[in-house]
């Protein structure tokens, strides 16, 4: 029987081993560490584990959980290993010595050394640098171990591995931030320089020790951060480019584009989607021939490239943004995890892309391949989400195969595997016997018997779901943005584009005449009803117009004056209306406008006004018209006016209501304040100055 596969995790009270399928079992001889960890993690080639405690750092023998050695290092915080295992790499946080210099908190040990002294805690180091950021802090090492590089400022500086005290080589590179060294046999790198003084960022591929000249480079001008991706065999490489913001306005989360190139010079292009929208994911297959996209807005689109860029597989489009070749390059995963309902959709590449089992695995942060590429391992980690937390098996045909719930659970992860020491023969069949966890954790969920769906207002219920309102994959409308945030028009507005409207006016319909209004058989019958009676009172009005009943609105009336029982707030509703009516009409005050409107609806209507003949049997000449009114006095007196003398003896007078109402509060019990009482000290004063201007009270 094929060893089997493990796995690793660590959370708030420990960190445990586990050998996963088939037996599901704690790993024999492995004492588990508690206390406060802070960091684990296993070595490329599968044959180490160590974590990180706050006085030391431990490595064991992955296959037995023996201790091999212990490294005399406090307070460390990341872990890393060379990719044969023969080095172990430290990292603590920066800090200064005694004189105020950097201290060298990136250290460099071998796992295993021959010669190592009893007592000697600094026997295995192999070199020491300051390294001041977290991000992106180990070396990058050779596939072979033969070389590992760092980058400073402007530079990459190369190493001899077992030399770590003399600098090798050098590339020399004007503003380079960041790096990467190929898998595979031929020793190529590549360097991203950003955007700086107008000159474009750029991607440059040498190959080691040459770097007289890049054998493949790509200029763009989109490009604040890159994600440098390899395929396993370093012939191909993917570049990941983002803005941190996008001058277009589409998206918070800046403008994305892809390139491809090739480590030997031959192929460089961009990549083109043909989905508008942010790419998610991006990923190699292990057989370094092809890869796949996840892009556009969701529901977002899953294509398959080859080395070549083109497109040779797309996917039905679905709200997914994780991609994932499994070890063998036989299945690929796309799920939509974060915000997303942690669907997993799991294709069969080797029976043309055929469909295998959706699983649902949600909130899930921890998604990966066994070295198996049977088995599927989700988890729910801390601090993305501190409930809930623990560890799930599934089988590549949907089952689950184990459940363990933790507490606290920080970090989880596989231990590698070469593909050679778990030949895929037939994945699916037969279907292995889950795990008593398993079975027991599947009672306990509950299948909703009917999925309630989306909220839906009385009126919108029984009826068909406008395509505004629907997934682009559950065949709506396409999403499309045109250059802003705001959600458009038309169908991607959801529902027509708003018109301008004016408060009290009357809604103008834009269906041609005749047309039924959009919605009537979904009323009510209170609403039906109602609108029956607006339609009827319309209609009637109509005629009446017709008839000469009431004036139509092209006949001039002028204005009548307001009724005086009316308040100015109701009279003034009708705004400059009611304002140009006085300035063309009657400019009398309102009094005397108030007189004359009753007046002409005793005696009969206005002068100009013409009444239809047959009406009342009487008709009316209007060939003489009213002499105009003499315009009064409109002189407005300024309330704060007066002469000098006036002014003084109002602000006195107020001065002594102010004192007035002092005395009045402090009889009532209130403490004033001091300046409050100096202020009813001057009563007499204020007095007497009245007295002084002639002003009795």
Not at 421 to 447: C, D, I, R, W
């Amino acid at each position: 029987m094929a060893s089997p596969t493990q796995l690793a995790y660590r959370t708030l009270k420990g960190i445990g081993v586990l050998d996963a399928a088939p037996v599901y079992e704690p790993l024999p001889g492995f004492n588990k560490p508690e206390g406060n960890l802070r960091c684990c993690v296993y070595s490329p080639c599968g044959r180490y584990f160590a974590w990180a405690s706050t006085d030391q750092v431990t490595v064991i023998d992955a296959s037995v959980g023996h201790v091999i050695t212990s490294l005399n290092a406090q307070n460390v915080y990341e872990i890393g290993f060379s990719p044969l295992g023969s080095f172990i790499i430290t990292w603590q946080r920066p800090a200064k010595d005694e004189n105020g210099d950097a201290v060298k908190n990136l250290k460099v040990w071998r796992v295993i050394e021959e010669n190592a002294q009893d007592g000697d805690d600094e026997h295995n180091v192999v070199g020491r640098f300051v390294q001041r950021s977290q991000t992106g802090w180990n070396l990058q090492y050779t596939y072979d171990e033969k070389y590992c590089a760092r980058v400073v400022t402007n530079e990459v500086q190369f190493y001899q591995s077992g030399d770590l005290g003399t600098v090798w080589n050098k590339l020399r590179v004007e503003g380079v931030s960041d790096f990467a060294v190929s898998p595979g046999e031929n020793h190529s790198i590549a360097v991203f320089i950003p955007l700086r003084k107008g000159q474009p960022a750029a991607v440059k591929v040498f190959n080691v020790p040459n770097f007289d000249a890049p054998v493949s480079q790509k200029n763009f001008f989109k490009g604040d951060k890159v994600q440098l991706k390899w395929n396993d065999q370093g012939t191909s490489l993917i570049v990941l480019a983002q803005t941190e913001v996008d001058k277009s306005g589409k998206s918070y989360d800046g403008e994305t584009t892809l390139y491809l190139l090739s480590a030997n010079g031959g192929f460089d292009s961009r990549i083109d989607l043909d989905k508008d929208g942010p790419i998610y994911d991006v990923t190699w297959s292990p057989n370094s021939k092809e890869f796949g996209v996840v892009y556009g807005y969701m529901p977002a689109k899953t294509t398959i490239f080859n080395t070549r860029a083109e497109a040779t597989h797309s996917f039905a489009l679905a709200p997914r943004n994780t991609i994932l070749f499994s070890p063998h390059g036989r299945f690929v995963l796309v799920a939509g995890f974060g915000n997303l309902t942690g669907q997993m959709d799991i294709y069969d590449l080797s029976k043309d892309y055929h469909k295998v089992c959706t699983i649902e695995a949600s909130n899930a942060s921890v998604c990966e391949w066994s070295p198996d590429g049977k088995h599927i391992l989700t988890a729910t980690t801390s601090p993305r989400l501190r409930v809930d937390n623990g560890v799930r098996i599934w089988h590549v045909g949907g089952g689950l195969m184990y459940n363990e719930e933790l507490q606290e659970l920080y970090h989880v992860a596989w231990r590698p595997q070469s593909t050679t020491m778990h030949p895929l023969e037939n994945p699916l069949h037969p279907m292995p016997t889950p795990h008593a966890s398993a079975l027991a954790y599947l009672g306990t969920v509950k299948t909703p018997s009917k999925p309630a769906g989306a909220y839906r207002p009385p009126g919108a219920r029984g009826t068909t779901t406008p395509l505004a309102f629907m997934r682009e994959d559950q065949g709506g409308a396409a999403y499309v943005i045109n250059g802003s945030l705001s959600l458009g028009s038309g169908v991607n507005g959801f529902g027509k584009s708003r018109r301008r409207e004016v408060p009290g006016a009357e809604a103008v319909s834009e269906d041609p005449p005749g047309t039924p209004a959009e919605g009537d058989e979904n009323l009510s019958k209170a609403a039906q009803k109602n609108k029956k009676k607006r339609e009827a009172k319309k209609a009637k009005d109509a005629a009446d117009r017709a008839a000469g009943l009431i004036p139509s609105s092209d006949v001039i009336q002028p204005a009548l004056a307001p009724s005086p029982s009316r308040s100015p707030e109701r009279r003034d509703r009708r705004g400059h209306e009611r304002n140009r009516s006085r300035n063309d009409s009657d400019l009398r005050p309102r009094s005397q406008q108030g007189r004359r409107g009753q007046s002409q609806r005793r005696d009969g209507p206005p002068r100009g006004f013409n009444t239809p003949s047959g009406t009342n049997g009487t008709h009316i000449d209007t060939s003489h018209h009213a002499p105009p009114a003499i315009a009064p006095d409109l002189t407005v007196t300024s309330p704060g006016g007066g002469t000098p003398q006036e002014k003084k003896i109002r602000a006195l007078t107020k001065k002594l209501r102010a004192i007035d109402d002092l005395k009045m509060r402090r009889a009532g019990g209130e403490t004033l304040e001091g300046t409050q009482i100096k202020k009813m000290e001057t009563e007499e004063s204020v007095r007497r100055e009245l007295e002084g201007l002639g002003y009795t009270e």
